[in-house]
């Protein structure tokens, strides 16, 4: 069981992650999502089609090709 501390620490660490996301950021943090808890997936189109990624497929591929991340303030989010 995850006691309150250690729920607040995740609530945190998920805000800072989305706050290093650019253009296309909440379709990018939900394909983080679906990423982390879809579980083994044979293909990206799963992935997009699991019930972690609430938009359309395309969407997926969209924000992976006009999304932005400030790689290095993630890095160190995950890092630290």
């Known amino acids: 069981m ?3 501390s250690q729920s607040e620490a995740l609530w945190v660490f998920r805000e800072q992650v989305y706050g290093s996301l650019g253009r296309r950021r909440d379709t990018l943090f939900e394909l983080l999502d679906a990423l982390l808890l879809a579980g083994a997936v ?3 189109v799963h992935l997009s089609l699991t019930a ?3 938009r359309g497929w ?3 591929y969209d924000a992976l090709a006009a999304g932005t ?3 290095d303030w993630l890095r160190e989010i995950v890092t630290s």
């Open 58 to 60: 395309g969407s997926a």
């Open 69 to 71: 991340m400030d790689a």
């Open 2 to 4: 995850i006691d309150r």
């Open 52 to 54: 972690f990624f609430r």
């Open 42 to 44: 044979p293909s990206f």
